[in-house]
């Protein structure tokens, strides 16, 4: 922690520290905080560590795939999903057709859940979520504070599906976003509740004639309907908080669109998908730092690849092998895609879902930098940049890139009333009667998880009474159970 703490203390995007994969003492916890306030006093970064539901002096905890609530402490899931599902994969109904769930097993098991198309894996996502949504502030006294999403790209680590690296992320390793992406900006838009309507369909819409199939909608709306070229299909059924499904929808070419309503049946926000004519032509285009690219020898842009039709729209389903040629003073760095070897500092590319991305790096001479993408049936593009001279001196370049880069910070301070809207109001529990093991019933209702009561295994003890502080019509309860 000592190393770390030092390393990272500079980092605007280090939030806080966590002292360990599992529960730590009270005494560890207050050595580590010790390291924190020595090394880090100006930082305003919480400390922690995973669980530390009876460990007053830690400031935060929480737990992996589980919803810890506490009255007291800040409590947060370190990891609230770890399904993988690759971007290529849209569903079962369109190229490449990959069954949901499909591939090798994990250690023996089944390894459904990291091998997902990018449907199901939104999908789950917004399930996860929701679990942690209904018990976040506002929702009594004692909450969930949320939860973080093990890596936002897809990236080199530990992985458990049929590919060679973890797809958990909600873009993959070149940032392209998935649907996750958009499920995770409609769902988390505001502090905590919600405060931006938005709403996105899950997919696309170039599918065979014929094709019957459902469509599932992404929104912070109350009621949302579905139209294809002008007619309505109804409204779609709640399934969790942000998730809309319609079903058995017959496929027809031209436009899909989702519209939103609030609870007084105004609209306040809508989504549409046109369908693609044939792939036609490929476009390319630069991203890069907002000072533009430096000759450091280190420096580096993406160039995105899309195939669309001839009037410019993306095509989703397009998958061709793109011939990349590069001139001037820059080294190609590759991209990644599905296939041998990841296809890692490769010259050629595929697109999948119509889309790619490669890096270019600098070197140390400035100049200009022509990029060409060709493909078999496609009309070709040309793409040219330049890369800036930097000063060196004594051998020391006087560019420091993160000295220029903009700070975002739109969001402003953290409100210093609440960002949210009481939902429910918690009625204490003042005592308990139980059927056996009386003296552990205040186990069954403290602010401590770890803690618990359990009867002796027989049916007719298997009862606890509580009495409750007030009168009170009481309209929801949450029981944990173990065992």
């Known amino acids: 922690m000592w190393d770390a703490i030092i390393y990272n203390r500079n980092n605007p ?77 849209w569903d079962e109904y369109s190229y490449p057709y990959h069954k949901e769930g499909a591939g090798p097993l994990y250690r023996g098991q089944d390894a459904g859940d990291y091998n997902r198309n990018q449907d199901q894996l939104a999908m789950e996502h917004i399930r996860r979520w929701c679990d942690y949504w209904r018990e976040r502030p506002g929702t009594g006294d004692r909450v969930s504070s949320g939860g973080v999403k093990i890596i936002f790209s897809d990236t080199n ?13 909600v873009t993959d390793a070149m940032r392209i976003p998935k649907d996750s992406y958009y499920a995770h900006q409609v769902m988390c838009d505001g502090w905590v509740d919600t405060e931006n309507p938005r709403t996105h369909i899950i997919g696309h819409w170039n599918y065979e004639p014929g ?12 009621r949302v309907e579905l139209r294809i070229n002008g007619r309505s299909q109804g409204f779609g059924k709640q399934s969790y908080r942000f998730l809309y499904t319609f079903e058995d929808i017959a496929w027809e070419s031209g436009v899909i669109e989702a519209i939103s309503y609030n609870e007084k049946r105004m609209e306040v926000s809508r989504d549409k998908i046109l369908t693609a004519g044939e792939p036609k032509q490929i476009r390319l285009s630069l991203i890069q730092g907002p000072d533009g690219l430096h000759a450091d020898g280190a420096d580096m842009v ?33 991209g990644i ?6 296809y890692i ?23 200009q930098i022509t990029v060409r993408a060709t493909a078999a049936g496609l009309k070709p593009a040309l793409l040219t940049f330049s890369s800036k001279p930097v000063e060196v001196k004594e051998g020391l ?57 359990r009867n002796d295994g ?17 309209d929801d309860i949450c029981i944990k159970l173990t065992g």
Not at 157 to 169: A, C, L, P
Not at 211 to 222: E, F, M, W, Y
Not at 458 to 474: K, M, N, P, S, V
Request: negative net charge.
């Open 211 to 222: 094709t019957l199939k459902p469509v599932r909608v992404i929104s912070n709306g109350d």
């Open 397 to 453: 370049s006087t560019y420091i890139p993160a000295s220029r880069l903009r700070w975002l910070l739109e969001r402003g301070r953290t409100p210093a009333t609440p960002s949210y809207t009481d939902t429910k109001v918690t009625v204490p529990i003042r005592s308990a009667i139980a059927g056996t093991n009386q003296e552990m019933a205040v186990n069954s209702y403290d602010d401590n998880e770890l803690s618990e009561w």
């Open 345 to 367: 500092l490769s010259t050629d590319l595929p697109v999948e879902c119509g889309i790619n991305r490669a890096l270019i790096r600098s070197t140390r001479n400035a100049g």
């Open 302 to 334: 993406l160039v995105e690849v899309e195939v669309t039709d001839v009037n410019g729209i993306h095509h989703p389903l397009a998958n061709e092998m793109i011939y990349f040629s590069l001139e001037g003073p820059a080294e190609r760095r590759g």
């Open 13 to 89: 995007s280090i939030l806080f520290y966590e002292c360990g994969n599992e529960s730590i003492s009270e005494e560890h916890m207050l050595e580590m905080k010790a390291i924190r306030d020595q090394y880090d006093p100006y930082g305003g970064r919480a400390i922690g560590s995973r669980e530390m539901l009876d460990i007053r002096v830690a400031e935060y905890g929480g737990e992996m795939l589980y919803i810890n609530k506490s009255g007291y402490h800040p409590m947060w899931a370190m990891e609230y999903s770890r399904d993988e599902g690759l971007r290529k994969y």
């Open 458 to 474: 027989r049916a007719h003890t298997a009862w606890i009474t509580y009495t409750l502080d007030r009168t009170a019509e009481i």
């Open 337 to 342: 895609a599905q296939g041998p070897d990841n």
């Open 157 to 169: 680590t530990h992985y458990r599906g049929e590919e060679n690296y973890r797809r958990s992320g």
